[in-house]
């Protein structure tokens, strides 16, 4: 599965989009890039995946670049319950489903 | 809430004991995964089942052991416990085991946190 990198913490104002950036330069053609968050030592949440096209359920959305080198999760109006570490995860889609996690976001939403 | 469970929440134990770790999937879901976080290591994958058979291995010690029993609930038996086995240990389980497109999400429980004194 390809590497990713994730800046190591992030601050949004309460209210406002948080804007989560991920890269993944050296992702393949058929690997997806999913994105899961963690609330304090809860377990990790799946929020939502992609291939190429952007996509956006009610959590949040996804917007993958054309080369699909980088991609960004969009929480469109972030809360103080959105705090949390968020992981961008790059992986085949028919593979070992098995995650790896790297170190991920740590998000803080400001009141 | 996911609708994975696990049990107990907390264990506490001391260095060399055994303890059995145990989770049940969401309904319908045939995918068991165990995970391990501690502090310097981050989410680690430890194990898969599926349908009751092992699929994947990761970076799980020969001290640990899982199973997938016919009613699809795992456990993950650890034993000859050391200090820095105590970490977060998560189940977590999916519909499909990696082939079925876009059935791979995988719901988390809440986790065991063990530590061993």
């Known amino acids: 599965d390809a590497k990713t990198t994730q800046p190591t913490s992030m601050d949004c104002a309460e209210g406002r989009a948080a804007n989560l950036p991920c890269n993944h330069s050296t992702i393949s053609g058929n690997e997806y890039v999913y994105w899961y968050r963690q609330i304090h030592s809860q377990g990790p949440q799946y929020i939502i995946h992609g291939l190429k096209n952007n996509e956006t359920n009610e959590m949040a959305s996804l917007i993958i670049t054309e080369d699909r080198k980088s991609s960004t999760l969009i929480l469109p109006h972030a809360t103080l319950r959105d705090t949390a570490v968020y992981y961008c995860i790059v992986r085949v889609e028919t593979g070992a489903n098995n995650l790896f996690f790297g170190t991920g976001t740590r998000l803080t939403v400001i009141p | 809430d996911s609708g994975v469970t696990q049990t107990p929440k907390h264990l506490i134990t001391a260095t060399g004991q055994r303890v059995t770790l145990r989770c049940s999937p969401r309904s319908g879901d045939l995918s068991v995964y165990w995970y391990q976080q501690s502090l310097d290591q981050g989410l680690q994958f430890l194990i898969q089942?599926?349908?009751?058979?092992?699929?994947a291995k990761g970076n799980i010690l020969e001290r640990f052991s899982a199973q997938q029993f016919p009613d699809l609930h795992s456990e993950l038996n650890l034993s000859s416990l050391e200090l820095g086995d105590s970490a977060l240990y998560f189940c977590?389980?999916?519909?499909?085991?990696?082939?079925?497109?876009?059935?791979?999400?995988?719901?988390f429980g809440p986790g065991t946190r063990l530590t061993v004194l």
């Open positions: 089942y599926y349908n009751g058979e092992e699929r």
């Open positions: 977590a389980s999916s519909v499909g085991t990696g082939p079925i497109r876009g059935r791979n999400e995988q719901f």
